[in-house]
């Protein structure tokens, strides 16, 4: 079970992060976001860091020369794409970093073939977010996980969605032979930015 943890701001938690054998480190590179990293990490001592977590540039909808400005500005290991980037794009930046594409699940209706159709060839790994991306037996909400089961899903996937340090053994109960990892965020700060590493290792403990 591999563990994302997004929305990290400072070098401080990656260091923590790398500590605590976090698997990926998800920085946010959206000057909009809460979590905006661009003014807060130093690129020079992010890209001469020698981590074990990999670092996943988080972009929405970038042209190919600012994804990869950014990507080597922090010599970033992935890319994770939120917006609605072209499959193109995906494989342009394929052949310099992993690349997550993300999709967003709105209603049991969505049809997962048809988000990832075009994108199959050109990504590394889907990330699934949204109030139906979570089974029903983990919180009450959306679809069991036959969403995902029914789709023809060939390809590791991480689920985002409300996961805190008492979410571990429910996620242990997901069983499907893609599903490769959870992806964690507000549930494990204090305010946007302000990581509770104190949770994460327990979390981790539990998981693992």
Known sequence: MNIKVCGITTFKQLQQLDGLEIDMAGL???PDSPW???????????????FDVKKVGILRDPSLSDALDIIDAYKLDVVQLV?????SLCDDLSTEVEVIKSFYLSTPA??????????D???????????????????????????FKKARIEKPFFISGGF????????????????FGVDLHTGFETAPGDKDMKSLLQFRQQLR
């Open 28 to 30: 946010v590179f959206i």
């Open 36 to 50: 905006y990293a661009g003014g807060s990490l130093s690129e020079a001592e992010v890209k001469k860091a020698d």
């Open 83 to 87: 917006g609605q980037e072209s499959a």
């Open 110 to 119: 969505d049809s997962i073939d048809a988000l990832i159709n075009d994108y």
């Open 121 to 147: 060839a050109v990504c590394d790994y889907y990330l699934f977010s949204g109030p139906v991306a979570v089974a029903t037996d983990l919180y009450g909400e959306g679809p069991s996980l036959d969403l």
């Open 164 to 179: 805190a340090a008492s979410s571990a053994s429910m996620i242990r109960a997901i069983d499907h032979p893609d599903f």
